[in-house]
């Protein structure tokens, strides 16, 4: 069985940072793509950034571009999700899902139960 | 990419059917036949209900169906049952590796 679970969640103040990690299981994790999609309470889904399999391209929506940093330990079935220079916009909770397609991103097959951010101070 | 057009709400009475559209661009939706659809109940992770415009993951019931024309993917769920109540968000590839959702659509069973 396929599970993700995420951690690191929390309260943070403006401009401080966290680091998201996302542990998978049931899977060959190396083998896929894999995302950080956000939910800001009450509003509805957002791409946030993705990495291919070996983690040799990284995409990042435009807003988080230049703080936030994706990447993963595939000897750890591990993603991350290192967060800088956080703002009140960025309170979500931060999904991690798969992508089962291995050439270019597509869709998401399995999704992790979330984990909270909240920047505020 | 600005997020993907969707309706707020739909409703349907149990044993109808309803449609969620979701409206992009040439960029996005009309550019690639990859659109997929999520269902999410509240509190709870999203759930995939279609890929690829029309395929449908196992174990996802033959009443959801998906559908592409132009611009603009369209949800269909036949049959509307009590539990199919809950937010449905719409996605597409968006060319350079990125993704986009759409802002989100409630269902009411009445």
Same mark, same amino acid.
């Given at each position: 069985?396929? =599970?993700?679970?995420?951690?690191?969640?929390?309260?943070?103040?403006?401009?401080?940072?966290?680091?998201?990690?996302?542990?998978?299981?049931?899977? /060959?994790?190396?083998?896929?793509?894999?995302?950080?999609?956000? =939910?800001?309470?009450? $509003?509805?889904?957002?791409?946030? !950034?993705?990495? $291919?399999?070996?983690?040799?391209?990284?995409?990042?929506?435009?807003?988080? $571009?230049?703080?936030?940093?994706?990447?993963?330990?595939? !000897?750890?079935?591990?993603?991350?999700? =290192?967060?800088?220079?956080?703002? !009140?916009?960025?309170?979500?909770?931060?999904?991690?899902?798969?992508?089962?397609?291995?050439?270019?991103?597509?869709?998401?097959?399995?999704?992790? =139960?979330?984990?909270?951010? /909240?920047?505020?101070? | 990419?600005?997020?993907?057009?969707? #309706?707020?709400?739909?409703?349907?009475? @149990?044993?109808? &059917?309803?449609?969620?559209?979701?409206?992009?661009?040439?960029?996005?939706? %009309?550019?690639? *036949?990859?659109?997929?659809?999520?269902?999410?109940? @509240?509190?709870?992770? @999203?759930?995939?209900?279609?890929?690829?415009? *029309?395929?449908? @993951?196992? %174990?996802? #019931?033959?009443?959801?169906?998906?559908?592409?024309?132009? *611009?603009?993917?369209?949800?269909?769920?036949?049959?509307?049952?009590?539990?199919?109540?809950?937010?449905?968000?719409?996605? &597409?590839?968006? %060319?350079?590796? &990125? +993704?986009?959702?759409?802002?989100?659509?409630? +269902?009411?069973? +009445?």
């Amino acid at each position: 069985e396929v =599970q993700l679970v995420e951690s690191g969640g929390g309260l943070v103040q403006p401009g401080g940072s966290l680091r998201l990690s996302c542990a998978a299981s049931g899977l /060959t994790f190396s083998s896929y793509w894999m995302t950080w999609v956000r =939910q800001a309470p009450g $509003k509805g889904l957002e791409w946030v !950034a993705n990495i $291919k399999q070996d983690g040799s391209e990284k995409y990042y929506v435009d807003s988080v $571009k230049g703080r936030f940093t994706i990447s993963r330990d595939n !000897a750890k079935n591990s993603l991350y999700l =290192q967060m800088n220079s956080l703002r !009140a916009e960025d309170t979500a909770v931060y999904y991690c899902a798969r992508d089962p397609t291995p050439y270019f991103p597509d869709y998401f097959d399995y999704w992790g =139960q979330g984990t909270l951010v /909240t920047v505020s101070s | 990419h600005s997020a993907l057009t969707q #309706p707020r709400s739909v409703s349907g009475s @149990p044993g109808q &059917s309803v449609t969620i559209s979701c409206t992009g661009t040439s960029s996005d939706i %009309g550019g690639y *036949n990859s659109v997929s659809w999520y269902q999410q109940h @509240p509190g709870k992770a @999203p759930k995939l209900m279609i890929y690829d415009v *029309n395929k449908r @993951p196992s %174990g996802v #019931p033959d009443r959801f169906s998906g559908s592409k024309s132009g *611009n603009t993917a369209s949800l269909t769920i036949s049959g509307l049952q009590a539990e199919d109540e809950a937010d449905y968000y719409c996605c &597409s590839y968006a %060319g350079s590796c &990125s +993704l986009v959702f759409g802002g989100g659509t409630k +269902l009411t069973v +009445l």
